[in-house]
């Protein structure tokens, strides 16, 4: 009887350390993503991996553009990026449950498995976690993803995703793209420019903005076609 009694007192114990820790946790993680909300963050995971993999690997130095606020981006790169990444980014909570069902009923038709990756999901993947592919990573991204859209408006979240966005070897941002592939600042982007800068995203190390290959020229038509849909969503986000 007094070993039951003392096992169920350790395990009483256990359990309240795990829910203790579970809410320092909880706790840090909440406070980490306020603060990364008003200063803005010298340095990412995504800059960080960049930097580490570029010098010390390739012997060059990653391009990461100074920070731009949300409205130094040109509003036909903000529709731009809308249209190829996620069109719905305003109406959900951080997780696209219908592209989630198309990409899965996508597979079981024998087709490939399309990404179903928001533009919050990409922004919690790149500001606080490593790029590697397992399902601590993806549980890690899918908490983080709800702490974004409770804790940041949409448009921080969008400030963030084009600021810290992979788009091409070495280069960290819409402003380090714009500046590599069209020589101008990311605000002066017209149209075209912006469309073939967000066509690359789903592969920005398979392909090029400047050198465009037939599968990027596609996506370039769906994008253009898709921005009228999305153009009131892109000028909302622009403060």
């Known amino acids: 009887m007094a070993r039951r009694r003392?096992?169920?007192?350790?395990?009483?114990?256990?359990?309240?350390?795990c829910l203790l820790l579970l809410l320092l946790i909880v706790l840090l993680t909440g406070l980490q993503v306020f603060v990364f909300g008003y200063v803005k963050p010298p340095l990412t995971i995504?800059?960080?991996?960049?930097?580490?993999?570029?010098?010390?690997?390739?012997?060059?130095?990653?391009?990461?553009g100074q920070w731009v606020p949300l409205a130094g981006f040109s509003p036909d790169l903000r529709r731009a990026v809308i249209a190829s990444e996620d069109q719905r980014f305003l109406s959900?909570?951080?997780?696209?449950?219908?592209e989630l069902g198309q990409a899965l009923r996508s597979l079981r038709e024998g087709g490939y498995l399309r990404g179903a990756s928001t533009i919050t999901m990409q922004t919690a993947r790149?500001?606080?976690?490593?790029?590697?592919?397992?399902?601590?990573?993806?549980?890690?991204?899918?908490?983080?993803?709800?702490?974004?859209?409770?804790i940041w408006s949409k448009e921080k979240i969008f400030e963030f995703y084009l600021n810290s966005v992979d788009w091409g070897p070495g280069l960290i941002?819409?402003?380090?793209?714009?500046?590599?592939?069209?020589?101008c600042r990311a605000l002066e982007l017209n149209r075209e420019q912006a469309a073939h800068l967000a066509a690359v995203?789903?592969?920005?190390?398979?392909?090029?903005?400047?050198?465009?290959?037939?599968?990027?020229?596609?996506?370039?038509?769906?994008?253009?076609?898709?921005?009228?849909?999305?153009?009131?969503?892109?000028d909302r986000l622009k403060n």
């Open 6 to 17: 003392k096992k169920s007192k350790n395990l009483s114990k256990l359990r309240n350390y």
């Open 173 to 183: 941002g819409a402003e380090a793209a714009s500046i590599r592939y069209f020589h």
């Open 126 to 150: 790149t500001m606080f976690l490593c790029p590697a592919r397992n399902w601590g990573r993806k549980l890690a991204e899918a908490y983080y993803t709800l702490l974004l859209e409770i």
């Open 201 to 234: 995203l789903p592969g920005p190390h398979l392909w090029r903005p400047d050198q465009p290959s037939a599968a990027v020229k596609r996506r370039v038509e769906r994008i253009l076609k898709e921005i009228p849909k999305v153009a009131l969503v892109g």
């Open 46 to 64: 995504s800059r960080a991996h960049s930097w580490i993999n570029y010098t010390f690997m390739r012997g060059s130095r990653p391009q990461a």
């Open 92 to 98: 959900h909570h951080g997780f696209d449950f219908i």
